[in-house]
C-alpha cells in the first residue's frame, strides 16, 4: 500500500490525540517516577503507537497521527523537553482533571528533537498514509504556563515560536507533508490583540515551510475572532463545529472564508456514536453554503479523540470515513 494516495475531495484526518493504549499508561507512569528516560520511553511506547495506526488504518483514515502516546499533556511534554521551563505544581483545569502547569523561569530555546522519533515510528507503519507533525502552539504553551522570567507575553510567545519553528525544520528535513500547530488556548481568549500574536508568532513558525500548513482551533467563540485570523500565513483551519451545533458555518460564509477547511463532524465529548447519515448530512450543512469545494474540507473530528474509550473512537472513526467516501460521489 506504498502507493497509497490521498483522495483529492473530502480527505479524513485526526486531530491527534487518541486514547492511550497498552502499553503507555505503564510506561508514561514509569517515566514519571523517573524509572526510564526519555530515550527508553519513546523505545517502549512503540507498540502503542502500533496499535493506534492499526485502528486508523481500519477505519481506512487517510491522514494519520502517532496518537500522541508519549505526550501525558500537550505543554508539559514540550516544557519537559526545551531549555527555560522547570515542573509546576498540579493545577485543576476542570472537573476531576489537573495537570502540572510548568513554570518559565528563563529563556525558552530548543534543545533536542521533541516528537520526531514518535513520528518516524508512526511514519514506518502507516502503510503509506502521511503522519501529521503536530505541535502545541507557542500562545498555548505560554498561556498555559506559569511565566516567571518575561516581563512581556509577546517576547515569550515570539520566542517560544522559535524554539517549535526549529522543531519544524527537524520535520522539514525528513519530508514531511503536514505541519499543524495547535492552539486550544486562543478561542478562550477572543480578542484581536491575541489573535494578532498568534499570526506573528505562525509567521516565525511557518516562514518558507513547503508542508501543508494547518493551525487547529477548538471550542470556544471562535466566531468572536474570526475576522482576525482569516489573514493568517496557513494553508488550513483546523476547527470544532459538532459540539457547537455548527455555529461557525454562517459566519465562514459572512467573512468570505476561503482557504481550506479541517470540519470537525465528530463530537469528542460525547459517547454517541454520529451515524453514516448524521456525518453525511453535517457535510450537506457545509456545501449547501458554498463557502468552499469538497478539495478544501478535510473531514475530521474536533478535537482530539483522547478522552473517548477506544472502541467509542474506533467506531466513530469507522462512521466518518464512510460518510466521507459517500460525499465524494455527491459533491
Known amino acids: 500500500m506504498s502507493g497509497f494516495e490521498v483522495p483529492k475531495k473530502f480527505p479524513t484526518t485526526v486531530v491527534g490525540s487518541y486514547p492511550k493504549l497498552d502499553p503507555a499508561p505503564e510506561v508514561l507512569r514509569r517515566y514519571r517516577k523517573r524509572e526510564i528516560d526519555d530515550k527508553e520511553l519513546h523505545e517502549l511506547i512503540k507498540p502503542a503507537i502500533k496499535e493506534v495506526i492499526n485502528d486508523y488504518l481500519w477505519a481506512g483514515v487517510d491522514i494519520v497521527s502517532d496518537g500522541e502516546q508519549s505526550r501525558e499533556d500537550m505543554v508539559v511534554y514540550f516544557a519537559e523537553r526545551m531549555k527555560g521551563y522547570t515542573v509546576g505544581d498540579w493545577v485543576r483545569i476542570f472537573d476531576n482533571t489537573y495537570f502540572r502547569r510548568p513554570v518559565i523561569y528563563d529563556k525558552v530555546e530548543w534543545k533536542t528533537p521533541m516528537t520526531i522519533e514518535d513520528w518516524e515510528y508512526a511514519r514506518s507503519i502507516s502503510q503509506g498514509r502521511p503522519v501529521k507533525a503536530i505541535l502545541t502552539g507557542p500562545y498555548t504553551m505560554v498561556e498555559w504556563s506559569f511565566d516567571l522570567h518575561y516581563k512581556d507575553k509577546r517576547e515569550a510567545v515570539l520566542d517560544m515560536a522559535k524554539v517549535m519553528r526549529r522543531e519544524v525544520e527537524e520535520y522539514l528535513k525528513r519530508g514531511v507533508k503536514y505541519v499543524q500547530i495547535d492552539e ?7 480578542w484581536r490583540e491575541d489573535a494578532e500574536l498568534v499570526k506573528e508568532a505562525l509567521e516565525i513558525i511557518f516562514k518558507g515551510v513547503s508542508a501543508k500548513r494547518i493551525v487547529h482551533i477548538c471550542f470556544g467563540r471562535l466566531e468572536r475572532i474570526l475576522p482576525y485570523i482569516l489573514d493568517y500565513p496557513v494553508d488550513q483551519f483546523d476547527l470544532e463545529f459538532k459540539n457547537s451545533n455548527f455555529r461557525l458555518l454562517p459566519f465562514l460564509k459572512e467573512y468570505g472564508f476561503d482557504k481550506e477547511l479541517g470540519y470537525g463532524v465528530i463530537d469528542v465529548h460525547s459517547l454517541q456514536v454520529e451515524s453514516v447519515n448524521e456525518i453525511i448530512k453535517d457535510i450537506e450543512k457545509l456545501m449547501k453554503l458554498d463557502i468552499i469545494g469538497p478539495e478544501k474540507v478535510y473531514v ?11 472502541e467509542i473512537a474506533r467506531a466513530k ?4 470515513v464512510e460518510a466521507a467516501k459517500i460525499a465524494r460521489e455527491r459533491w
Open 300 to 310: 475530521d473530528p474536533d478535537c482530539g479523540l483522547k478522552r473517548l474509550p477506544r
Open 317 to 320: 472513526l469507522k462512521n466518518m
Open 184 to 190: 486550544p488556548a486562543l478561542s478562550t481568549r477572543p
